[in-house]
């Protein structure tokens, strides 16, 4: 089965500064990997997805991640951080279920806070 | 209308009540779930509907009650709640082919008095 770690449950920033997420996953075949954001009181925003080819995966609100298999890590970075990307992030690795359906495991999030 | 849309937003009820959270998509998905996410909690996932069968359910207490009467619409039926049941439930579609992954809804955030 599944499962992914992030292992910061909180980091703080000050804006324009440099950010990165971590996250590990475990899976036994080439993993479908996504970033989520969610603003308070709101669902899951889509920030990115990794499926194959490129390791590098860019996203969306100036987002990339990098995969690393040697590693079992799918990091998020962002160059300069803004105070609207004040959030929490989840990481989720993605496989087909016995039924068919896409299956995503979610780890447990990392609270951004932004700080001036 | 695109996406995923939940109604309603915010949900006050009393733990006698009998109410129902809807979920509508317009993605042409066609497996769609339902999420609770409570304070300084993980998501937890509840149900998974694939084709209108459920085909997942994670242990959910028979007061949760979920409906998915077509691909794009899917409901949960609350009765006899309990404050602890107070939380956001998000819905997610996903397409069964291929891994693109889920899209969710804005969440309905219950509270139960």
């Known amino acids: 089965a599944q499962s992914v770690t992030q292992p910061d449950i909180h980091i703080t920033v000050s804006e324009g500064a440099s950010l990165e997420l971590r996250c590990n996953y475990s899976y036994g075949a080439t993993p479908y990997l996504f970033w989520y954001v969610q603003s308070p009181g709101q669902g899951l925003q889509l920030l990115l997805k990794y499926f194959s080819g490129d390791t590098l995966v860019q996203g969306i609100k100036g987002f990339e991640a990098e995969f690393k298999r040697s590693q079992s890590s799918f990091n998020l970075r962002k160059p300069s951080v803004h105070w609207s990307d004040a959030a929490e992030y989840f990481c989720?690795?993605?496989?087909?279920?016995?039924?068919?359906?896409?299956?995503?495991?979610f780890g447990t999030g990392t609270r951004l806070t932004i700080i001036p | 209308e695109t996406g995923v849309t939940q109604t309603p937003r915010h949900l006050v009820m009393g733990m006698t009540n009998k109410k129902s959270l809807k979920c509508e998509q317009h993605?042409?998905?066609?497996?769609m779930y339902w999420y609770k996410q409570s304070a300084k909690k993980p998501l937890e996932l509840m149900f998974v509907?694939?084709?209108?069968?459920?085909?997942e359910n994670n242990s959910v207490p028979s007061r949760f009650s979920p409906e998915c009467p077509n691909s794009s619409h899917l409901f949960l039926h609350l009765h006899t709640l309990q404050p602890e049941d107070s939380a956001l439930y998000l819905c997610?579609?996903?397409?069964?082919?291929?891994?693109?992954?889920?899209?969710f809804g804005s969440g309905t955030r219950l509270t139960v008095v």
């Open positions: 993605l042409g998905h066609n497996a």
């Open positions: 997610a579609s996903s397409q069964s082919r291929g891994n693109y992954g889920y899209t």
């Open positions: 509907y694939s084709l209108e069968e459920r085909v």
């Open positions: 989720a690795v993605g496989a087909k279920s016995n039924f068919g359906n896409e299956k995503l495991t």
